[in-house]
């Protein structure tokens, strides 16, 4: 997780603020500090599941919500289409623990040894990620599904495989991606061709 904190609380300055600090955000003046600093309504909705993955994360890091600075935790709202999923990525910074609220998704993550785990998740139940691997959630049921993520970290980051080695800019070249992955080149610009922006 994310270093202990030192004091109570420092809730993030508005960025361009102050100097980076390291870690964390600087705070602003204990002072000004409010109630609603330490609220956060944004999760009350979800995001728009209306687009090739099925899918919508709204984050709640500490970008999205300042008072989380320095106190080791985030959470995520992932919504689901039927059919959808969130596609392969990894957290470097956190464990994560799905808590299903709605509908039935499938939850999977592979370990250092290269063994999927797996499971059916559904309302009400939970599955943990352990920090740093590969894992994704997706919806087996016939009706919307959706899961409250929690982190130990205020800025879990996220790498999606798919964007990260077929999207990086500038790219990876597709000789290294062909003979990582023992296939021919064509195959690594179709795929980048999905991954690529513009
Ligand atoms: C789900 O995996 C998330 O990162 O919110
Ligand atoms: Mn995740």
Redesign the pocket.
Known sequence: GDPEPVQDFCVAAPHGSGELAFPGLPCKPSSSVVSDDFFFAAHARGASTDNAMGSGVTPGNVDAFPGLNTLGVSINRVDLAPGGVNPL?S?PRAA?LVHVVGGDMLVGFVSTEGRFFSKVVREGESFV?PRGLM?FQYNVGKSAARAM?VFNSQLPGVVFAAQALFGAEPEIPDAVLAKSFQVDAEIIKLIKSKNRKG
């Open positions: 990525h957290h994560e990620i894992h993520t």
